[in-house]
């Protein structure tokens, strides 16, 4: 069975002409999960030929719109056409009760706890399948608003940090030089354009096998990714910008 990460929506904070709004689908060690829920991610599930109830997990790295707004409508289908057991885990808490009463506002099916899980992510969170585990790391980017995070999966072949949406200045990023090597990072490239004097300062020295861009910035997207592969060439290590359908295997 191949391990694999497919990138189902690659945009920034706003759907473009050429990427959707933020969703990953991860496909390791036989087990499958999202991280971000944006639109339309269930459509490009399907499309995929993957039911949404297939999933076991969906891990929210924030509650911004551009990464939650396909949520509801993958909830319908995991409901009305139920499979696995499915968790998703918001990053807040306080989101899910809210949430639950849009789903009421549009007549959405009741929760039905044999199909659905709905928690959030906590203080040393690490959620665990087969001989794959996922552990939250905190990261700056709501502030004071709220709470943000990175994910680093390990398997007992692969280590991929998935960062989330940072920082600005990348201050928060969740990794350090003399940290044991991830094999694959899959990192933001939205929030940094203010300050991309210091991109490759701070992802120079990180051990890193591979990076791979996604959630990229309007600056830096729609026939633009060039200006961001000329700026990070000089990094130590293999460079992918995602796009919309690109699929990368472990």
Known sequence: MKNTITFLGTSHGDPSVTRFCSSTHYAIAGTTFLIDAGEPVSALLIRRHILPSSLDAVFLTHMHLDHVNGLAHLYYEIEKYPGKRVEIFFAEEKAIGPFMQWNEAMHNHPLKEECLRLAAVTENFLWQKNTLSVRSIPTDHMGEKGKSFAYMIETTSCKILHTGDLSGNFHDFPLAPGDPPVDLCVCEATHIWHHKEILVERLMHLPVRKM?????????????????????????????IAHDGTEIEL
């Open 212 to 240: 791979v861009f996604n959630h990229i910035g309007p600056h830096w997207t729609d026939g633009k990714e060039d200006d961001l592969k000329e700026l990070t060439a000089s990094l130590p290590y293999p460079v992918v």
